[in-house]
T-cell receptor, first 111, second 113 residues
Framework: QKEVEQDPGPLSVPEGAIVSLNCTYSNSAFQYFMWYRQYSRKGPELLMYTYSSGNKEDGRFTAQVDKSSKYISLFIRDSQPSDSATYLCAMTGGSNYQLIWGAGTKLIIKP | NAGVTQTPKFQVLKTGQSMTLQCAQDMNHNSMYWYRQDPGMGLRLIYY???????DKGEVPNGYNVSRLNKREFSLRLESAAPSQTSVYFC????????????FGSGTQLSVL
């Protein structure tokens, strides 16, 4: 079993819909949780960064961490065609822990 | 501000050939990383350099070597390429530590025939 599980998709939704992307993990030592967005033929770029449990909001994006369930989510409100990309979750315990990545979910927003 | 620059962008090798992937960052970051990305596998760490003068193995180091030439540059060498090394390679950098924001280059698409 992988340390971080992420549904690869593709997930296809109409423009304007609310999108929910999720990752589950097994290591209770993880404290830092990140979402990266990767456009086709580009490197990933950091979208959201959360420490420990709780919610964090940035514009149309909300990151949610539930450490008791070992489950993290990224919500995208009012989705746009420009949000079409692969979304990668990543997490670490910090210090000497390596960053552990999900496989990525391909998201397609249909105009 | 260029960020992280990788060269080349594309490369085709024959089995057994060698090559070096170059990476340079202009953000004065301490830590640099080499990842490979394969379909369904996510990003896997090959080697990293926590600071100038140090390098360490990641999850999948076999068949690769690295050199931290100076604070700006971190190269990845394939001594004898194998078809299993066909992948997209990304270089990344951070100011310091695993919990920091990673800045990625645009990748090198490598095919080994």
């Amino acid at each position: 079993q992988k340390e971080v599980e992420q549904d690869p998709g593709p997930l296809s939704v109409p423009e304007g819909a609310i999108v929910s992307l999720n990752c589950t993990y097994s290591n209770s030592a993880f404290q830092y949780f990140m979402w990266y967005r990767q456009y086709s033929r580009k490197g990933p770029e950091l979208l959201m960064y959360t420490y420990s449990s709780g919610n964090k909001e940035d514009g149309r994006f909300t990151a949610q961490v539930d450490k008791s369930s070992k489950y993290i989510s990224l919500f995208i409100r009012d989705s746009q065609p420009s949000d079409s990309a692969t979304y990668l979750c990543a997490m670490t315990g910090g210090s000497n822990y390596q960053l552990i990545w999900g496989a990525g979910t391909k998201l397609i927003i249909k105009p | 501000n260029a960020g992280v620059t990788q060269t080349p962008k594309f490369q085709v090798l024959k089995t057994g050939q060698s090559m070096t992937l170059q990476c340079a960052q202009d953000m004065n970051h301490n830590s640099m990383y080499w990842y490979r990305q394969d379909p369904g596998m996510g990003l896997r760490l090959i080697y990293y350099s926590a600071s100038e003068g140090t390098t360490d193995k990641g999850e999948v180091p076999n068949g690769y070597n690295v050199s931290r030439l100076n604070k700006r540059e971190f190269s990845l060498r394939l001594e004898s390429a194998a078809p299993s090394q066909t992948s997209v390679y990304f270089c990344a950098s951070t100011q310091q530590g695993w919990g920091e924001k990673l800045f990625f280059g645009s990748g090198t698409q490598l095919s080994v025939l």
